[in-house]
């Protein structure tokens, strides 16, 4: 079973950026399109951003003009720039596969408050 660790979360200002990374345990990491996943309290998990292993990516249209998803498969991480982040944006932030390949790692807290 492959591990997720995923890191990078805090508190921002609305405005303000973050970079989540998460790091995978096995090379088998490169061959899976890998997804941003978010889920807030009261609200369903949903896929932020999706990345195939050469690097095509889509994304929520919520907030496609402010994430930007990239992965470096010699180092089994995948990562999320976030930008001009709002209230909105704030969950537990988790990656893994588009088919849910593996389990849930303890995922990122994303705060975005004034």
């Known amino acids: 079973q492959v591990q997720l660790v995923e890191s990078g979360g805090g508190l921002v200002q609305p405005g303000g950026s973050l970079r989540l990374s998460c790091a995978a345990s096995s090379s088998i990491f490169r061959a899976y399109t890998m997804g941003w996943y978010r889920q807030a309290p009261d609200k369903q998990r949903e896929l932020v951003a999706s990345i195939t292993s050469p690097g095509v990516t889509n994304y929520l249209d919520s907030v496609k003009d402010r994430v930007t998803i990239s992965r470096d498969n010699a180092k089994n991480t995948v990562y999320l720039q976030m930008n001009n982040l709002k209230p909105e944006d704030t969950a537990v932030y988790y990656c893994?596969?588009?088919?849910?390949?593996w389990g849930w790692g303890q995922g990122t807290q994303v705060t975005v408050s004034s």
């Open positions: 893994n596969t588009i088919r849910l390949t």
